[in-house]
């Protein structure tokens, strides 16, 4: 069971690009899904969540800005990134996550964003 995650890619300050995360070998239908970023030297951190039911939440640093969506009959998650800034350049995750059924914990390989002018 995995998880791929592309559509990153260079774009300028403002600009906007959709990440998407892709299952391969199960259903994350239920799973509560998230994106994580890490930064050159910096931590992994949380970008946005989304639960089974549909619920989301964001960091402080891209709330307006990034939509997270899924689409639970394909088990796909998007990131819809707008008005970009250098400082969301990072290597992007998916994540599936659940309590009780296995895997309980899933990671994607990432792909990287880069905003520069």
């Known amino acids: 069971v995995q998880l791929q995650a592309y559509g990153g890619g260079l774009v300028q300050p403002g600009g906007s690009l959709r990440l998407s995360c892709a299952p391969s070998?199960?259903?994350?239908?239920?799973?509560?899904m998230s994106w994580y970023r890490q930064a050159p030297g910096k931590q992994r951190e949380l970008v946005a969540r989304?639960?089974?039911?549909?619920?989301?939440n964001y960091a402080d640093s891209v709330k307006g800005r990034f939509t997270i969506s899924r689409d639970s009959t394909k088990s796909m998650v998007y990131l819809q990134m707008n008005s970009l800034k250098s400082e969301d350049t990072a290597v992007y995750f998916c994540?599936?996550?659940?309590?009780?059924?296995?895997?309980?914990?899933?990671w994607g390989r990432g792909t990287q964003v880069t905003v520069s002018s």
């Open positions: 989304i639960t089974g039911g549909g619920s989301t």
């Open positions: 994540n599936a996550y659940h309590p009780f059924i296995k895997p309980n914990d899933v």
């Open positions: 070998g199960g259903s994350f239908s239920v799973y509560t």
